[in-house]
Every structure is written in structure tokens, then in C-alpha cells.
């Protein structure tokens, strides 16, 4: 079964700190895909990035960067010179299968950046 | 461009209550929609999921019941709300077609039960 882990319930830094933020995961797919998503105080889930199991390359989309990394089935993502419009709770999640309600999320990290 | 909106944004029903959260995507054909349900400082819970009209998917048995009348229009109703049933819902969607599409979320319905 596809499972979802993030380690850290809460991360608090101060303003300008790098954090990243761990995600592992498990599958016996070879076809897979994993998400970010960020939920801002007022609720909404933000989609962040979609990375497919055959796409390693890290990428990189401003303040923000992701690591890819199959070996260690981990997808952790990190945040330079973090701000206070970045406190959220973020959710990494897996898919797997031919529709979306395999579709599983980690429990999130509550990341707080602190003035 | 695709957008989901739901409604109402914030609900305070007394217990035993009916409830009605309705939701619609505008910019595609045929999406899936979801479900799902957030209490207070936890994850997320898949609770329904739709491929087509009328075709419904449970993951959680519970008191709610879900409802797609149109291609593009998704309900989660009950007919007597349980103060469990507090928590933050959220609709969703996604393109069908293959596995790994982004699920796209709403903003949100705040329900309290009282």
C-alpha cells in the first residue's frame, strides 16, 4: 500500500532562515507521481509541484526548490530566505493507480517563520 | 482556464440538522471531484470521489452522502448532522484520462456542528 510520511509536525524558523521540509514515501509502483500543496490560515490548498517517478531532476521555481531523490524515496522541499507569507501547513502526497482517489497525503508540517 | 468554487464558506448547524455543501468546476468536461474532510488540526480524509454523473465512490462510511446531478456539480449533504461531523471540507477535481493528474482544491467550507 502507498504510504506518505512527514516527520516534522512543526517547524519554527525566523524570517531570512533556509527550512526544508522532509517527505518519504512508499509505493511498489514504478509509475508514480508526487505533489506539494500549500494551506495557507485561510484553508485553501495551494498546488505547488507534480513531479513523475521518472523525472529526478530538482527543480527550482524562485524561493523554492524540491529534491527528488528515488533512492531514499524521499521528495523534500526547501525554502530559502523564508518569509512570514510563507507560514502554512504543507501537505507532500503520492499517486498511484489509473484514477485519483489513489491519491494519498502525508500528515503535513505546520511551518510557522517567525518575524 | 478551470476554476471550483463551493459553497457556503462558513456553516453553524445544530445538531441533527440537514446539510448541504455544493460545489462546480467551470472549464472542463467530465472531471473527477472529491471530497474531502479536515478536522481541527489534522489531515486529510478522502471521504467521496465521483468519476461520472451518478457515480459515486464511498471511502469512509459515515453519515454524509455525496451527489453529482451534473457533469460538473458535486454535493456532500446529511440528514441529521453529529458534532463528529465539525471540520473544514474541501472539493476538489482533476482531469480523467490517466493516473497522476493534480487534484485542484476549492476554498473550503467551515462547518460547525453546535
Known amino acids: 500500500a502507498q504510504k506518505v510520511t512527514q516527520a516534522q509536525t512543526e517547524i519554527s524558523v525566523v524570517e531570512k532562515e533556509d527550512v526544508t521540509l522532509d517527505c518519504v514515501y512508499e509505493?511498489?509502483?514504478?509509475?508514480?507521481?508526487l505533489f506539494w500543496y500549500k494551506q495557507p490560515p485561510s484553508g485553501e490548498l495551494v498546488f505547488l509541484i507534480r513531479r513523475n517517478s521518472f523525472d529526478e531532476q530538482n527543480e527550482i521555481s524562485g524561493r523554492y526548490s524540491w529534491n527528488f531523490q528515488k533512492s531514499t524515496s524521499s521528495f523534500n522541499f526547501t525554502i530559502t530566505a523564508s518569509q512570514v507569507v510563507d507560514s502554512a501547513v504543507y501537505f507532500c502526497a503520492l499517486s498511484e493507480g489509473n484514477y485519483g482517489q489513489n491519491f494519498v497525503f502525508g500528515p503535513g508540517t505546520r511551518l510557522s517563520v517567525l518575524p | 482556464s478551470q476554476t471550483i468554487h463551493q459553497w457556503p464558506a462558513t456553516l453553524v448547524q445544530p445538531v441533527g440538522s440537514p446539510l448541504s455543501l455544493e460545489c462546480t468546476v467551470e472549464?472542463?468536461?467530465?472531471?473527477?471531484l472529491y471530497w474531502y474532510r479536515q478536522a481541527a488540526g489534522r489531515g486529510l480524509q478522502l471521504l467521496f470521489y465521483s468519476v461520472g454523473i451518478g457515480q459515486i465512490s464511498s471511502e469512509v462510511p459515515q453519515n454524509l452522502s455525496a451527489s453529482r446531478p451534473q457533469d460538473r456539480q458535486f454535493i456532500l449533504s446529511s440528514k441529521k448532522l453529529l458534532l463528529s461531523d465539525s471540520g473544514f471540507y474541501l472539493c476538489?477535481?482533476?482531469?480523467?484520462?490517466?493516473?497522476?493528474?493534480?487534484?485542484?482544491f476549492g476554498e473550503g467550507s467551515w462547518l460547525t456542528v453546535v
Open positions: 472549464g472542463t468536461s467530465n472531471p473527477n
Open positions: 476538489a477535481w482533476s482531469f480523467q484520462a490517466f493516473s497522476g493528474n493534480t487534484i485542484y
Open positions: 509505493t511498489r509502483d514504478t509509475t508514480y507521481y
